[in-house]
């Protein structure tokens, strides 16, 4: 089992920027992919960006592309997303997941693609 934990959502004002953090604890030595996701209301949860554990190469949804980073520490077992240049419409409860085996291309930022999950954290921009 990973246990996830998300952190560093909050208020923010269109412009600015935020950084979430998920940390990754249990069989953490057992992580091939982790990824971001955001579902704001009404809407189906999707994946903003995700990565590889261990070669560290990434996947960016085209909404998120140059404004978003997706990064990590393989040592705290932690996973970053930095977001800049933060709109309106990023609005949404942000959720990190882990999975433990490789898979398709599309297992990166498909839901389906994913064992665990935190709790999520809020990410609210105002204009």
């Known amino acids: 089992q990973v246990q996830l934990v998300e952190s560093g959502g909050g208020l923010v004002q269109a412009g600015g920027s935020l950084r979430l953090s998920c940390s990754a604890s249990g069989r953490t030595f057992s992580l091939y992919r982790m990824g971001w996701f955001r579902q704001a209301p009404g809407k189906e949860r999707e994946c903003v960006s995700a990565l590889n554990w261990s070669l560290g190469s990434t996947y960016y949804a085209d909404s998120v592309k140059g404004r978003f980073t997706i990064s990590r520490d393989n040592a705290k077992n932690t996973v970053y997303l930095q977001l800049n240049s933060l709109k309106p419409e990023d609005t949404a409860v942000y959720y990190c997941?882990?999975?433990?085996?490789?898979?398709?291309?599309?297992?990166?930022?498909?839901?389906?693609?994913?064992?665990?999950w935190g709790q999520g954290t809020q990410v609210t921009v105002s204009s």
């Open positions: 997941a882990a999975h433990p085996t490789a898979g398709y291309y599309r297992d990166y930022y498909s839901t389906s693609g994913y064992a665990y």
